[in-house]
């Protein structure tokens, strides 16, 4: 039973990323990640997001796998860890063959620790 619930907590911390190896890789022009803001909500409802992330909502990104790059490494965020839309993100993308992981603190971790975010216009 005990190897059982390792294998179990091993797996589901393999689909997480944390908020240093993405902030180690920010504004790199070789950076292997992407990140993603896959929240549902329209920019005056956002407002902010982790600077330089990429905005495709959730329910919108099975239309938009196309204009990914299948090199590179897609991290997802929702506003925070415990909804379900940077889960749905991930399915979706790791369904189609893409590196992803979702961002372990998602939005309110990042902020929370004054990690650089953007206003969105």
């Known amino acids: 039973m005990q190897t059982k619930k390792i294998e179990l907590l091993e797996t589901y911390l393999s689909l997480y990323i944390d908020h240093g190896t993405v902030l180690d890789n920010t504004g790199k022009e070789d950076s292997p990640y992407v990140v993603?803001?896959?929240r549902n909500a329209p920019?005056?409802?956002k407002?902010?997001?982790?600077?330089?992330a990429k905005a495709i909502p959730a329910r919108?990104?099975?239309?938009?796998?196309d204009e990914l790059d299948k090199t590179k490494k897609y991290v997802v965020y929702d506003w925070t860890a415990g909804t379900t839309?940077?889960?749905?993100?991930?399915l979706i993308l790791l369904?189609?063959?893409f590196k992803a992981y979702e961002l372990g603190?998602?939005?309110?971790?990042?902020?929370?620790?004054n990690l650089p975010i953007e206003t969105i216009e």
Do not use: F, P, R, Y
């Open 36 to 38: 993603l803001d896959v």
């Open 43 to 45: 920019a005056h409802i």
């Open 47 to 52: 407002k902010d997001q982790i600077k330089g």
């Open 60 to 65: 919108d990104l099975t239309n938009h796998l």
């Open 85 to 90: 839309l940077g889960k749905t993100a991930l």
């Open 95 to 97: 369904s189609n063959d």
């Open 105 to 113: 603190c998602a939005l309110e971790g990042w902020k929370g620790m």
